[in-house]
């Protein structure tokens, strides 16, 4: 793909937020500097902290550490981000999503060039139960993962792991009954590799980051991190 061609795509179509015409991945620069980044947060999990730190770890995580090293999570899910990744989600409107996925390939391949050890073997995006994905339409973190290893040059498989089980939402649940809720509900298919990155679109508790990095591992993965578009606030 030739450069101008690119650079056409990045800048075609007007602001998904603001119908601006000049735009990068279809948000303009206003409307793109009023996303909240996720500037200060927990370096296992990523949960946003009121305080400068780039190293601090978390409450729960320091009480229960999760099997995951990482998360890297661009954004708070707080406005505007919130709604574009549900109109995303659960409307199948794939403009909305456009900006935050290259955000977020952005800033990984930043961090990665940075920290080349950290590089994944494969990238695996978070299973959707058959049931939800006829609902819905498609598994809004194989999008992801898909454009992601495009963009990194990094494989992903969307069979490696699988859902067993169609289970009550998580958004309904506390983190307690989301553990629950989770148990029993993920089955690895085949080998993996030593290092995996987990994606999906949104970390809440991390409950099913942890669930999935756990199966991961017991199935013979040595570093499991996770990639979002973004991490609720606690």
Not at 32 to 38: A, G, K, Q, R, T
Not at 43 to 55: E, G, I, N
Request: glycine share 6%; hydrophobic share 35%.
């Amino acid at each position: 793909m030739t450069a101008l061609k690119v650079n056409s795509e990045k800048t075609a179509g007007s602001c998904v937020a603001c119908l601006d015409y000049r735009t990068i991945n279809g948000l303009c620069k206003g409307c793109h500097e009023d996303l909240p980044v996720n500037r200060w947060h927990c370096q296992r999990c990523a949960l946003p902290l009121a305080f400068h730190s780039d190293t601090h770890t978390c409450g729960e995580c320091l009480s229960t550490p999760p099997p995951f090293s990482q998360t890297i999570a661009p954004w708070r899910y707080q406005y505007p981000v919130d709604g574009m990744i549900s109109r995303y989600k659960y409307n199948g409107q794939r403009q909305y999503a456009r900006p935050l996925i290259a955000g977020l390939s952005e800033h990984l391949s930043r961090h990665l060039q940075t920290r080349p050890e950290l590089r994944p073997d494969l990238i695996v995006p978070a299973p959707m139960h058959r049931k939800r994905r006829r609902q819905r339409g498609f598994n809004q973190a194989e999008d992801i993962a898909e454009q992601l290893s495009l963009a990194l040059n990094v494989p992903w498989s969307a069979t490696r792991i699988r859902r067993l089980r169609h289970a009550r939402p998580q958004r309904e649940l506390g983190r307690e009954a989301r553990l629950h809720n989770l148990r029993g509900m993920f089955e690895v298919c085949g080998s993996v590799p030593a290092r995996i990155a987990l994606v999906d679109d949104v970390v809440t508790t991390g409950a099913t980051a942890r669930m999935l990095a756990t199966a991961l591992i017991d199935a013979g993965a040595e570093d499991v991190q996770v990639w979002a578009l973004a991490r609720t606030p606690g």
